[in-house]
């Protein structure tokens, strides 16, 4: 089992950037894919970005490519999200997850406890 506390979520200017950091316990989590979602209110869990577990290849939602960077740090068990030239549309409630990877969110076992993020125009 693993543990994810996600945080770097929070208030900005559209056009702005945020680095969300997801935070992991359990010594296999590097073994894991890592996935970000997003939620706004009214809508559907949607895919952001994942990372696979072995090398690192990433793959990101066609709403989100060339804005979006995602990443990891072995040493320190964590994964990266950094969002640049955020859009009003960015605005939702972002969740990491760990699991099998993939767009599909059934595919994650072990999820964050999500940071909001708000692009206010």
């Known amino acids: 089992q693993v543990q994810l506390v996600d945080s770097g979520g929070g208030l900005v200017q559209a056009g702005g950037s945020l680095r969300l950091s997801c935070a992991a316990s359990?010594?296999?989590?590097?073994?894991?894919?890592m996935g970000w979602f997003r939620q706004a209110p009214g809508k559907e869990r949607e895919f952001v970005a994942a990372?696979?577990?072995?090398?690192?290849?990433?793959v990101y939602a066609d709403s989100v490519k060339g804005r979006f960077n995602i990443s990891r740090d072995n040493a320190k068990n964590t994964r990266y999200l950094k969002m640049n030239s955020l859009k009003t549309e960015d605005t939702a409630v972002y969740y990491c997850a760990a699991g099998r990877g993939g767009t599909y969110y059934r595919r994650y076992d072990n999820w964050g406890q999500g940071t909001q993020v708000t692009a206010a125009s």
């Open positions: 359990g010594r296999t989590f590097r073994s894991y894919a």
């Open positions: 990372i696979s577990g072995g090398l690192g290849a990433a």
